[in-house]
Structures are given as structure tokens and as C-alpha cells.
């Protein structure tokens, strides 16, 4: 039982408070710059109440950046990484709780061994395979002697290699391991003794049960993949097509490489767009990601 005592409430909510106003501080300088026009956002001090210059500035980042087409290829890398994590550690994480093979507890830890491995560290062996999917698959048959020359596989400069180097997720397979050994196994006997076999258990029973962990899941890697920086950066030369919109703010600050001085009112406008679509997500699923990382009656 907790106990609560007015000065305890009182320095917990002083902390909440705090921290509340630590957060939004930033965002309110972002939003409060990109509502005045140049020559105020660059007085010093600068103004702490918003302008009237907001929709004149969304409207010029919008075509500085060429936002119509990288808020697109956005989307869709977030939403395509969101679904691929979701499917592969749903179905990694079945096969180690439902499937009793020798070396399924090894294949966990390998897995959650990843996780001190993030995208930064691996990022040189990943942008090899990117560049020949293949090529691991080539090296193991002459290994073996078996003479096939497979083709080559370039996923740069398209969305499979924007995508599938990072689908993999130890923590989603962690948090549907932690979910599916909740299930009691009398369902599990009485989906067998209802004529289920393991895939139509999989996608009518588990799933199913596993909304709220999904929901929780997906708001988490959407952010994390719409916020990506490096690697987009790295797999994409072919800006006009291909480029994020993480990647594209860097040009609507040009700045000195083009002989121009920063324009701090549009490069903030932009971060509004570019942060709009996570913020959106992540209100629509707050109640869903509260429950699913806090339910524990399953």
C-alpha cells in the first residue's frame, strides 16, 4: 500500500509539474519562432508570445521543402517498419513460448542480446547487405563449394532498403514473450480441443488478446522509425524521390553553404510539420498505449 502524505503529494507534483514545463518549453520556443516573421525571430531577445505569421510560414517551409512528397515517403517507411515489427515479433515470440525446441531459450537471448546493438553500431555490416542482399547468401554456398552465382540485390534507393534493415525489434519480441507466457494454458488445450492448430490459434485467439500490447508497440516504433536520421541519410542518394522528411529539414535551413543567412522562422515551421504526424499518432493511441504497458489482467 502507498502511502500519501501532503508534503509527499505536494513534492511529487512539484517534480511532475517541473518536468511538465522542462518539456514544454522547447516546444513552445519552436512554435512561438515559427509564428513571427525574419527580422523579429532574429531580435535578441526574442519575442515569447506568438505572432501573426504561422500559416505564411507552414505554407513556405511546405514548398521549401518539398513536403508533399517526403511527408509521403515518411509515412510510408513509419508505417511499413511499425507493421514489420509488429508481424516479426508477434511471430519470433510465438514460436519461443509455444514451441518446445532445445534451442528456443538460446534464440531469446540472442535476440534480446540486440539490444545493446542499436542501428549506430551495426550500421557499416547493414549498409553492406543493403547493398547486396545477396551477398551473405553468395559467401555460405562457396563456402560450401556449390558453384551458383546468385544475382545481385541492391535495396538502395528504395523503400524495401529503407525498411527491412530495420523490422527486426528485441524489445517487441520481449514485450509479446512477457504477454504470451500471461495466457493460461487451459486456453491453449481448449483451442486444441477445438480442432485449432497452431496458426489459426496464433492469428484467432493470441492476436486478438494482444491488441492493447500491439497498440502500445506500434506507437512506439512509428515515432521511432518516423524520427529516423541516419540511416535514411545513408541508403538514400536519390533526394527527389526517396529523401524523409527528417532528412529534408536540413534544407530549409540552407544557411552559409548557400550564401544565405538561416531563416529560423521557416526552418521552425517545418519542425512543426515534421513533428505533427508522431504527435497525431501518439494522442490517438494514448489510451491504448497506457493500457498496454500497464495491464497486467490478461
Known amino acids: 500500500m502507498i502511502e500519501r502524505t501532503p508534503i509527499l503529494d505536494f513534492a511529487t507534483h512539484a517534480l511532475l509539474i517541473f518536468s511538465l514545463v522542462a518539456l514544454l518549453i522547447p516546444l513552445w520556443i519552436v512554435f512561438v519562432a515559427a509564428s513571427h516573421d525574419f527580422h523579429t ?4 531577445p526574442m519575442p515569447l508570445w506568438p505572432g501573426g505569421h504561422l500559416f505564411e510560414n507552414l505554407s513556405a517551409a511546405w514548398e521549401r521543402g518539398n513536403f508533399d512528397r517526403v511527408m509521403l515517403n515518411s509515412l510510408i517507411v513509419a508505417g511499413g517498419v511499425t507493421i514489420g515489427k509488429i508481424s516479426i515479433s508477434a511471430i519470433s ?3 519461443i513460448v509455444y514451441f518446445n525446441y532445445r534451442l528456443r531459450m538460446v534464440f531469446f537471448w540472442l535476440i534480446f542480446i540486440t539490444l545493446m546493438l542499436p542501428l549506430e553500431v551495426r550500421i557499416v555490416p547493414t549498409y553492406a547487405v543493403a547493398a547486396d542482399a545477396l551477398r551473405p547468401f553468395q559467401s555460405m554456398l562457396d563456402f560450401v563449394g556449390i558453384s551458383v552465382n546468385l544475382p545481385e540485390w541492391n535495396l538502395l534507393n528504395s523503400y524495401s532498403g ?3 534493415p530495420l523490422i527486426a525489434t528485441a524489445t517487441g519480441t520481449f514485450l509479446y514473450r512477457q504477454f504470451f507466457l500471461t495466457v493460461p494454458d487451459e486456453l491453449t488445450e481448449a483451442a486444441k480441443m477445438d480442432g485449432a492448430g497452431p496458426v489459426r490459434f496464433f492469428f484467432e485467439v493470441l492476436l486478438p488478446l494482444s491488441r492493447t500490447n500491439m497498440a502500445a ?3 512506439i516504433m512509428f515515432v521511432w522509425s518516423w524520427n529516423q536520421y541516419l540511416w535514411p541519410l545513408l541508403v538514400v542518394t536519390d533526394h527527389q524521390n526517396y529523401a524523409t522528411a527528417t532528412m529534408q529539414l536540413q534544407k530549409v535551413v540552407p544557411g552559409p553553404l548557400f550564401g ?4 529560423w522562422n521557416i526552418a ?10 508522431p504527435v497525431l499518432v501518439t494522442i490517438l493511441l494514448q489510451r491504448w498505449f497506457v493500457r498496454g ?3 497486467t489482467d490478461k
Open 93 to 95: 515470440a510465438f514460436s
Open 260 to 263: 544565405e543567412p538561416p531563416v
Open 217 to 219: 508497440l506500434a506507437t
Open 268 to 277: 521552425m515551421a517545418a519542425n512543426l510539420i515534421v513533428l505533427a504526424p
Open 41 to 44: 525571430v532574429n531580435q535578441v
Open 162 to 164: 529503407l525498411i527491412l
Open 293 to 295: 504497458l500497464i495491464q
